[in-house]
Structure formats: structure tokens, C-alpha cells
């Protein structure tokens, strides 16, 4: 998947999230118990992984990245050696 699309679905998803969020602070979804939990414990917390991922995953995947060799340089080195 290009980083483009990868984007564009995150912001998607955060923007659509979003919607239920407005209607818990500005209408009748907080006085529904079911709703009022599905925007607390599901979706509130999903809107603030996306925008985080929207900001730094750049940061993320590039922290990943780094890490990834060096975790496969030790499995190998590992493997080498003799007991």
C-alpha cells in the first residue's frame, strides 16, 4: 500500500469517527448508556491512535525500521554460535 492511500484511509477513518464524538458532547448520546460506552471505550480511543498516527507515524515506522536489523543480526549471530 502506498503511503498516500495509507493516509488518506487513516483520515478517513479518523474523520468518520469523529462524528459519534460530536454527537456524545452536543446531543442525546450520552444519555443512551450503550452509545455513551461505545464512544468512550471504543471510538474515542481509536480517533486518538489515528491522529497520532497521522502525526508521528512517520516517526514510528521509521524507529521501526531501525530496529528491525538489528533484532535479525542478533537472531543470526545466535544461531552461529556454538556451545
Known amino acids: 500500500m502506498r503511503a498516500s492511500?495509507?493516509?488518506?484511509i487513516i483520515r478517513w477513518v479518523h474523520i468518520l469517527l469523529s462524528i459519534p464524538v460530536i454527537g456524545y458532547i452536543y446531543g442525546p448520546v450520552a444519555h443512551?448508556?450503550?452509545a455513551a460506552n461505545a464512544v468512550r471505550w471504543?471510538?474515542?480511543p481509536i480517533?486518538?491512535?489515528s491522529g497520532?498516527?497521522?502525526?508521528?507515524?512517520?516517526w514510528f515506522k521509521k524507529?521501526?525500521?531501525r530496529?528491525?536489523?538489528a533484532q535479525k543480526n542478533q537472531l543470526s549471530r545466535r544461531s552461529h554460535?556454538?556451545?
Do not use: A, N
Not at 5 to 8: A, I, V
Not at 52 to 58: A, V
Open 5 to 8: 492511500t495509507e493516509r488518506q
Open 32 to 34: 443512551l448508556p450503550h
Open 42 to 44: 471504543v471510538f474515542f
Open 47 to 49: 480517533i486518538v491512535l
Open 52 to 58: 497520532f498516527w497521522l502525526w508521528k507515524g512517520h
Open 63 to 65: 524507529m521501526f525500521r
Open 67 to 69: 530496529q528491525q536489523p
Open 81 to 83: 554460535t556454538v556451545v
